[in-house]
Protein backbone atom coordinates (compact mmCIF):
# COMPACT_ATOMS: atom_id res chain seq x y z
CA UNK A 1 0.00 0.00 0.00
CA UNK A 2 1.11 3.45 -0.87
CA UNK A 3 -0.50 6.67 -0.35
CA UNK A 4 -0.11 10.04 -1.74
CA UNK A 5 -1.66 13.00 0.50
CA UNK A 6 -2.07 16.68 -1.29
CA UNK A 7 -3.42 19.54 -0.08
CA UNK A 8 -3.80 22.58 -2.38
CA UNK A 9 -5.09 26.17 -2.15
CA UNK A 10 -7.50 27.27 -5.35
CA UNK A 11 -5.07 28.87 -8.34
CA UNK A 12 -2.17 26.05 -8.45
CA UNK A 13 -3.56 23.99 -11.49
CA UNK A 14 -3.71 21.76 -8.72
CA UNK A 15 -6.56 19.44 -11.00
CA UNK A 16 -4.56 19.08 -14.00
CA UNK A 17 -1.21 17.91 -11.91
CA UNK A 18 -3.62 15.63 -9.73
CA UNK A 19 -4.68 14.03 -13.22
CA UNK A 20 -0.91 13.84 -14.24
CA UNK A 21 0.41 11.89 -11.04
CA UNK A 22 -2.27 9.41 -11.03
CA UNK A 23 -1.89 8.51 -15.27
CA UNK A 24 2.33 8.59 -14.69
CA UNK A 25 1.96 6.30 -11.11
CA UNK A 26 -0.99 4.34 -11.69
CA UNK A 27 -2.51 5.50 -8.46
CA UNK A 28 -6.06 5.39 -8.17
CA UNK A 29 -7.57 9.38 -7.19
CA UNK A 30 -9.55 9.59 -3.80
CA UNK A 31 -11.30 13.21 -2.73
CA UNK A 32 -12.95 14.28 -0.62
CA UNK A 33 -16.11 14.34 -2.29
CA UNK A 34 -16.47 10.53 -2.66
CA UNK A 35 -15.83 10.27 1.18
CA UNK A 36 -18.59 12.42 1.82
CA UNK A 37 -21.05 10.80 -0.59
CA UNK A 38 -20.25 7.27 1.39
CA UNK A 39 -20.86 9.19 4.32
CA UNK A 40 -23.97 10.57 3.23
CA UNK A 41 -25.20 6.75 2.53
CA UNK A 42 -24.47 5.78 5.60
CA UNK A 43 -25.66 8.27 7.69
CA UNK A 44 -29.15 8.73 5.38
CA UNK A 45 -28.85 12.53 4.80
CA UNK A 46 -27.08 14.86 2.52
CA UNK A 47 -23.53 14.86 0.85
CA UNK A 48 -23.86 18.98 1.20
CA UNK A 49 -24.57 18.52 5.16
CA UNK A 50 -21.65 15.91 5.62
CA UNK A 51 -19.48 18.32 3.81
CA UNK A 52 -21.01 21.44 5.67
CA UNK A 53 -20.84 19.52 9.09
CA UNK A 54 -16.78 18.45 8.73
CA UNK A 55 -15.26 21.29 6.72
CA UNK A 56 -17.72 23.98 8.35
CA UNK A 57 -19.63 22.78 11.40
CA UNK A 58 -20.22 26.11 13.13
CA UNK A 59 -22.83 25.78 16.27
CA UNK A 60 -23.19 22.94 15.66
CA UNK A 61 -20.12 21.61 16.86
CA UNK A 62 -19.74 23.75 19.57
CA UNK A 63 -23.14 22.84 21.07
CA UNK A 64 -23.34 19.20 20.41
CA UNK A 65 -19.64 18.04 20.36
CA UNK A 66 -20.04 14.46 21.13
CA UNK A 67 -22.28 14.18 17.72
CA UNK A 68 -19.90 16.16 15.62
CA UNK A 69 -16.43 14.27 16.89
CA UNK A 70 -18.82 11.38 15.95
CA UNK A 71 -19.34 12.29 12.21
CA UNK A 72 -15.64 13.61 12.30
CA UNK A 73 -14.28 9.94 13.35
CA UNK A 74 -16.64 8.29 10.86
CA UNK A 75 -15.02 10.80 7.72
CA UNK A 76 -11.72 9.57 9.14
CA UNK A 77 -12.68 5.82 9.56
CA UNK A 78 -14.07 6.26 5.93
CA UNK A 79 -10.65 7.93 4.42
CA UNK A 80 -9.05 4.49 5.83
CA UNK A 81 -11.37 2.42 4.52
CA UNK A 82 -10.59 3.96 0.97
CA UNK A 83 -7.22 4.34 1.04
CA UNK A 84 -6.20 0.87 2.71
CA UNK A 85 -5.60 -1.32 0.10
CA UNK A 86 -3.60 -0.56 -2.91
CA UNK A 87 -1.71 2.60 -4.26
CA UNK A 88 -3.56 5.73 -4.29
CA UNK A 89 -3.59 9.68 -4.53
CA UNK A 90 -5.68 11.21 -1.71
CA UNK A 91 -6.37 14.86 -2.49
CA UNK A 92 -8.65 17.00 0.07
CA UNK A 93 -8.82 18.42 3.30
CA UNK A 94 -8.82 15.11 4.65
CA UNK A 95 -5.05 14.74 4.04
CA UNK A 96 -4.78 16.26 6.91
CA UNK A 97 -5.53 13.39 9.26
CA UNK A 98 -3.54 10.54 7.97
CA UNK A 99 -1.01 9.28 10.61
CA UNK A 100 2.55 11.24 10.26
CA UNK A 101 6.17 9.87 10.52
CA UNK A 102 4.63 6.34 8.10
CA UNK A 103 7.21 4.93 4.98
CA UNK A 104 4.27 4.59 2.59
CA UNK A 105 2.57 7.87 3.00
CA UNK A 106 3.75 11.07 1.23
CA UNK A 107 2.48 14.09 2.75
CA UNK A 108 2.56 16.88 0.10
CA UNK A 109 1.24 20.17 -0.09
CA UNK A 110 0.70 22.67 -2.74
CA UNK A 111 1.55 26.59 -2.64
CA UNK A 112 2.81 29.89 -4.40
CA UNK A 113 2.11 33.61 -4.09
CA UNK A 114 -1.46 34.88 -4.07
CA UNK A 115 -1.10 37.07 -6.91
CA UNK A 116 0.29 34.27 -9.59
CA UNK A 117 -2.55 31.91 -8.06
CA UNK A 118 -4.79 34.80 -8.81
CA UNK A 119 -3.67 35.02 -12.10
CA UNK A 120 -3.43 31.59 -12.99
CA UNK A 121 -6.65 30.42 -11.48
CA UNK A 122 -8.16 33.11 -13.95
CA UNK A 123 -6.28 31.22 -16.56
CA UNK A 124 -7.08 27.48 -15.62
CA UNK A 125 -11.11 28.29 -15.12
CA UNK A 126 -11.60 31.28 -18.23
CA UNK A 127 -13.05 33.47 -15.41
CA UNK A 128 -12.01 37.03 -14.19
CA UNK A 129 -9.31 38.06 -12.10
CA UNK A 130 -11.94 39.72 -10.12
CA UNK A 131 -13.86 35.81 -9.63
CA UNK A 132 -10.74 34.37 -9.35
CA UNK A 133 -10.29 36.72 -6.75
CA UNK A 134 -12.70 36.28 -4.72
CA UNK A 135 -12.46 32.51 -4.94
CA UNK A 136 -9.04 32.38 -3.74
CA UNK A 137 -9.57 34.01 -1.19
CA UNK A 138 -12.50 32.30 0.17
CA UNK A 139 -10.64 29.17 -0.38
CA UNK A 140 -7.46 30.35 1.46
CA UNK A 141 -9.71 31.77 4.52
CA UNK A 142 -11.85 28.38 5.09
CA UNK A 143 -8.32 26.65 4.74
CA UNK A 144 -7.23 28.74 7.90
CA UNK A 145 -10.36 28.30 9.36
CA UNK A 146 -10.23 24.74 9.06
CA UNK A 147 -6.87 23.87 10.55
CA UNK A 148 -6.95 26.22 12.94
CA UNK A 149 -10.56 24.64 14.15
CA UNK A 150 -8.87 20.75 13.89
CA UNK A 151 -5.23 21.34 14.80
CA UNK A 152 -4.72 25.08 15.59
CA UNK A 153 -2.01 25.29 13.01
CA UNK A 154 -1.67 27.39 9.95
CA UNK A 155 -2.90 25.42 6.64
CA UNK A 156 0.94 25.01 5.41
CA UNK A 157 2.63 24.07 8.39
CA UNK A 158 6.23 22.38 7.75
CA UNK A 159 5.23 20.09 10.77
CA UNK A 160 2.12 18.84 8.69
CA UNK A 161 3.80 17.64 5.56
CA UNK A 162 6.39 15.87 4.39
CA UNK A 163 7.04 18.73 1.45
CA UNK A 164 5.53 21.90 0.82
CA UNK A 165 6.04 22.56 -3.05
CA UNK A 166 5.81 26.26 -4.44
CA UNK A 167 4.19 25.03 -8.38
CA UNK A 168 5.04 28.66 -9.57
CA UNK A 169 8.69 27.47 -9.45
CA UNK A 170 8.86 24.33 -11.86
CA UNK A 171 7.11 23.05 -15.12
CA UNK A 172 4.04 21.10 -14.51
CA UNK A 173 6.20 17.88 -15.52
CA UNK A 174 9.03 19.19 -13.22
CA UNK A 175 6.34 19.19 -9.99
CA UNK A 176 5.61 15.44 -11.28
CA UNK A 177 9.14 14.20 -11.27
CA UNK A 178 9.39 15.45 -7.97
CA UNK A 179 6.61 13.82 -6.91
CA UNK A 180 7.36 10.67 -7.81
CA UNK A 181 11.57 11.38 -7.02
CA UNK A 182 9.74 11.63 -3.03
CA UNK A 183 7.31 8.95 -3.34
CA UNK A 184 9.97 6.25 -4.19
CA UNK A 185 12.20 7.24 -1.15
CA UNK A 186 9.62 7.32 1.37
CA UNK A 187 7.98 4.06 0.25
CA UNK A 188 12.07 2.30 0.45
CA UNK A 189 12.61 3.75 3.68
CA UNK A 190 12.77 1.46 6.80
CA UNK A 191 8.99 1.81 8.51
CA UNK A 192 9.53 3.82 12.18
CA UNK A 193 10.16 1.53 14.36
CA UNK A 194 7.63 3.50 17.01
CA UNK A 195 4.54 5.63 16.18
CA UNK A 196 1.14 4.82 14.73
CA UNK A 197 0.92 2.18 11.41
CA UNK A 198 -1.71 2.69 9.45
CA UNK A 199 -3.33 -0.43 10.56
CA UNK A 200 -3.30 1.34 13.93
CA UNK A 201 -5.04 4.51 12.76
CA UNK A 202 -7.94 2.66 11.55
CA UNK A 203 -8.14 0.71 14.44
CA UNK A 204 -7.88 3.43 16.94
CA UNK A 205 -11.19 5.41 14.90
CA UNK A 206 -12.95 2.04 14.99
CA UNK A 207 -12.43 1.70 18.87
CA UNK A 208 -13.63 5.50 19.28
CA UNK A 209 -16.21 4.86 17.05
CA UNK A 210 -17.59 2.11 18.95
CA UNK A 211 -17.54 4.55 21.99
CA UNK A 212 -18.71 7.95 20.61
CA UNK A 213 -22.12 5.49 19.57
CA UNK A 214 -22.66 4.80 23.17
CA UNK A 215 -22.31 8.39 23.93
CA UNK A 216 -18.93 8.14 25.45
CA UNK A 217 -16.55 10.71 24.82
CA UNK A 218 -13.08 9.34 24.65
CA UNK A 219 -10.08 9.58 22.17
CA UNK A 220 -8.01 6.46 21.01
CA UNK A 221 -4.57 5.90 20.03
CA UNK A 222 -3.22 2.36 19.05
CA UNK A 223 0.51 2.13 19.20
CA UNK A 224 2.23 -1.35 18.30
CA UNK A 225 1.21 -3.47 20.97
CA UNK A 226 -0.72 -0.91 23.34
CA UNK A 227 -4.23 0.62 22.54
CA UNK A 228 -4.45 3.65 24.83
CA UNK A 229 -8.13 5.65 25.41
CA UNK A 230 -9.02 8.98 26.80
CA UNK A 231 -11.47 9.96 28.53
CA UNK A 232 -12.99 13.48 28.09
CA UNK A 233 -15.99 13.15 30.02
CA UNK A 234 -17.06 11.52 33.58
CA UNK A 235 -20.89 10.74 33.94
CA UNK A 236 -20.30 10.34 37.50
CA UNK A 237 -20.12 13.23 40.35
CA UNK A 238 -18.12 11.76 42.61
CA UNK A 239 -14.36 10.60 42.01
CA UNK A 240 -14.29 7.82 44.29
CA UNK A 241 -16.71 5.99 41.86
CA UNK A 242 -14.12 6.94 39.31
CA UNK A 243 -12.60 3.54 39.72
CA UNK A 244 -15.88 2.35 38.82
CA UNK A 245 -16.10 4.30 35.53
CA UNK A 246 -12.78 3.36 34.26
CA UNK A 247 -14.04 -0.28 34.82
CA UNK A 248 -17.14 0.12 32.88
CA UNK A 249 -15.69 1.52 30.12
CA UNK A 250 -13.08 -1.31 29.99
CA UNK A 251 -16.34 -4.20 30.14
CA UNK A 252 -17.56 -2.00 27.29
CA UNK A 253 -14.07 -3.01 24.76
CA UNK A 254 -15.22 -4.06 21.38
CA UNK A 255 -14.78 -7.24 20.04
CA UNK A 256 -12.45 -6.33 17.10
CA UNK A 257 -9.54 -4.95 19.76
CA UNK A 258 -7.48 -7.97 19.48
CA UNK A 259 -4.70 -9.12 22.03
CA UNK A 260 -2.84 -5.50 22.50
CA UNK A 261 -2.60 -4.56 26.12
CA UNK A 262 -5.20 -1.96 26.92
CA UNK A 263 -4.56 1.56 28.99
CA UNK A 264 -7.49 3.58 30.60
CA UNK A 265 -6.64 7.16 31.33
CA UNK A 266 -7.70 10.83 31.79
CA UNK A 267 -7.69 12.76 28.43
CA UNK A 268 -6.86 16.77 27.61
CA UNK A 269 -10.03 17.19 27.22
CA UNK A 270 -11.19 15.35 30.48
CA UNK A 271 -14.72 17.48 31.81
CA UNK A 272 -14.87 17.03 35.39
CA UNK A 273 -17.05 19.45 37.27
CA UNK A 274 -15.31 21.94 39.84
CA UNK A 275 -17.35 22.30 43.08
CA UNK A 276 -19.28 26.08 43.35
CA UNK A 277 -17.10 28.68 44.76
CA UNK A 278 -19.39 28.72 48.29
CA UNK A 279 -21.51 26.34 49.87
CA UNK A 280 -25.17 26.15 48.89
CA UNK A 281 -26.24 23.81 50.81
CA UNK A 282 -28.34 20.93 48.42
CA UNK A 283 -28.64 21.00 44.65
CA UNK A 284 -29.68 23.64 43.26
CA UNK A 285 -32.25 23.14 40.36
CA UNK A 286 -32.14 24.91 36.85
CA UNK A 287 -34.79 24.99 33.92
CA UNK A 288 -33.98 25.33 30.75
CA UNK A 289 -36.37 26.81 28.19
CA UNK A 290 -35.95 26.63 24.70
CA UNK A 291 -38.12 25.30 21.33
CA UNK A 292 -34.70 24.19 19.49
CA UNK A 293 -34.93 20.26 21.06
CA UNK A 294 -31.17 19.53 20.15
CA UNK A 295 -29.58 22.69 21.35
CA UNK A 296 -31.15 22.63 24.65
CA UNK A 297 -31.11 18.44 25.27
CA UNK A 298 -27.14 18.88 24.54
CA UNK A 299 -26.94 21.91 26.71
CA UNK A 300 -28.65 20.18 29.71
CA UNK A 301 -26.01 17.47 29.52
CA UNK A 302 -23.48 19.20 29.44
CA UNK A 303 -24.81 21.07 33.08
CA UNK A 304 -25.15 18.28 34.55
CA UNK A 305 -22.20 16.46 33.87
CA UNK A 306 -21.00 20.16 36.03
CA UNK A 307 -23.21 19.19 39.25
CA UNK A 308 -26.39 21.26 37.87
CA UNK A 309 -29.56 19.44 38.41
CA UNK A 310 -31.30 20.63 35.33
CA UNK A 311 -35.03 20.19 33.54
CA UNK A 312 -35.96 20.97 30.30
CA UNK A 313 -38.94 22.54 28.28
CA UNK A 314 -39.72 23.37 25.22
CA UNK A 315 -41.70 25.80 24.96
CA UNK A 316 -43.21 29.01 27.33
CA UNK A 317 -46.42 27.45 28.08
CA UNK A 318 -44.39 24.66 28.99
CA UNK A 319 -42.11 26.34 31.14
CA UNK A 320 -45.20 28.06 33.39
CA UNK A 321 -46.47 24.96 34.14
CA UNK A 322 -43.29 23.36 35.16
CA UNK A 323 -42.28 26.26 37.45
CA UNK A 324 -45.82 25.93 39.28
CA UNK A 325 -44.72 22.17 39.62
CA UNK A 326 -41.27 22.19 40.72
CA UNK A 327 -40.03 26.12 41.08
CA UNK A 328 -36.29 26.23 39.60
CA UNK A 329 -33.44 28.48 42.03
CA UNK A 330 -32.53 29.65 38.12
CA UNK A 331 -34.11 29.58 34.51
CA UNK A 332 -32.15 29.64 31.17
CA UNK A 333 -34.62 31.59 29.04
CA UNK A 334 -34.82 31.74 25.23
CA UNK A 335 -36.25 34.83 23.81
CA UNK A 336 -38.04 33.57 20.13
CA UNK A 337 -40.08 31.05 20.79
CA UNK A 338 -43.74 30.44 19.59
CA UNK A 339 -45.90 30.90 21.45
CA UNK A 340 -45.85 32.54 24.80
CA UNK A 341 -42.20 34.22 23.80
CA UNK A 342 -38.98 34.47 26.48
CA UNK A 343 -39.86 37.98 27.35
CA UNK A 344 -43.36 37.53 28.07
CA UNK A 345 -41.99 34.62 30.30
CA UNK A 346 -39.47 36.62 32.43
CA UNK A 347 -42.28 39.06 32.98
CA UNK A 348 -44.81 36.61 34.45
CA UNK A 349 -41.96 34.51 35.99
CA UNK A 350 -40.79 37.36 37.76
CA UNK A 351 -44.41 38.75 39.34
CA UNK A 352 -45.39 35.50 40.68
CA UNK A 353 -41.92 33.66 41.41
CA UNK A 354 -39.31 36.50 42.10
CA UNK A 355 -37.08 34.62 43.49
CA UNK A 356 -35.51 32.43 40.42
CA UNK A 357 -33.28 34.11 38.71
CA UNK A 358 -33.38 34.45 34.99
CA UNK A 359 -30.73 34.24 32.42
CA UNK A 360 -31.63 35.10 29.25
CA UNK A 361 -29.80 33.15 26.28
CA UNK A 362 -30.70 33.89 23.01
CA UNK A 363 -29.49 33.60 19.14
CA UNK A 364 -31.77 36.48 18.26
CA UNK A 365 -31.73 39.10 20.35
CA UNK A 366 -31.64 43.07 20.28
CA UNK A 367 -30.16 46.03 21.81
CA UNK A 368 -33.95 46.99 22.87
CA UNK A 369 -35.08 43.48 24.06
CA UNK A 370 -31.59 43.41 26.12
CA UNK A 371 -32.92 46.68 27.80
CA UNK A 372 -35.98 45.51 28.37
CA UNK A 373 -35.02 41.66 29.60
CA UNK A 374 -33.04 44.14 32.32
CA UNK A 375 -36.01 45.84 33.05
CA UNK A 376 -37.79 43.03 33.82
CA UNK A 377 -35.75 41.42 36.49
CA UNK A 378 -33.35 39.36 34.62
CA UNK A 379 -29.86 38.40 36.27
CA UNK A 380 -27.81 38.24 32.97
CA UNK A 381 -28.19 38.43 29.17
CA UNK A 382 -25.94 35.97 27.12
CA UNK A 383 -26.01 35.26 23.21
CA UNK A 384 -25.51 32.00 21.65
CA UNK A 385 -23.33 30.48 20.40
CA UNK A 386 -22.37 30.17 24.72
CA UNK A 387 -19.04 29.51 25.73
CA UNK A 388 -20.18 26.33 28.40
CA UNK A 389 -17.86 27.88 31.39
CA UNK A 390 -19.10 31.15 31.00
CA UNK A 391 -22.35 29.76 31.44
CA UNK A 392 -22.03 27.59 34.27
CA UNK A 393 -19.96 30.66 36.27
CA UNK A 394 -23.06 32.81 35.38
CA UNK A 395 -25.34 29.93 36.60
CA UNK A 396 -23.06 29.60 39.93
CA UNK A 397 -23.21 34.04 40.88
CA UNK A 398 -27.13 33.46 39.98
CA UNK A 399 -26.84 30.74 42.68
CA UNK A 400 -25.10 32.91 45.33
CA UNK A 401 -27.98 35.67 44.72
CA UNK A 402 -30.67 33.06 46.01
CA UNK A 403 -28.59 31.49 48.72
CA UNK A 404 -27.89 35.33 49.72
CA UNK A 405 -31.45 35.95 50.11
CA UNK A 406 -32.40 32.82 51.49
CA UNK A 407 -30.06 33.53 54.22
Not at 113 to 121: C, K, P, T, V
Not at 176 to 183: A, P, R, S, Y
Not at 375 to 380: M, S
Request: overall charge neutral; glycine content about 6%.
Amino acid sequence: MNVITIVSPKGCSENQLIKRICDRTNFQLVTDDEVFSELAKRLKTTQEKIRDCIVQPGLFSQINKLKHKQKLCLFKLVIGEKTQEGSKVYFGLGSYFFPMGLSNILRLSFGADLHYRIGNYAKDERVSIEKAEKVVRQYDKMLVEFTKRYFNKSPFDTSLFDANIDVSKYKKEEVIDKIIELQKLKSSGAKAEYGQSFEDFILANKIQLWYLEKSEDVDVECGKNKIKIYLNKVKYLSSKNMENYIENIRKMLPYFIGNKEIEITIGKGFDYPQPFGVELGETRKVLLVDDEVDFVDTLSERLQARWFKTAVTYSGEEALDKIEEDQPDVMILDLKMPGIDGIEVLRRVKQTHPATEVIILTGHGSEKEKQLAFELGAFAYLEKPVDIELLSATIRQAYEKVSRKQN
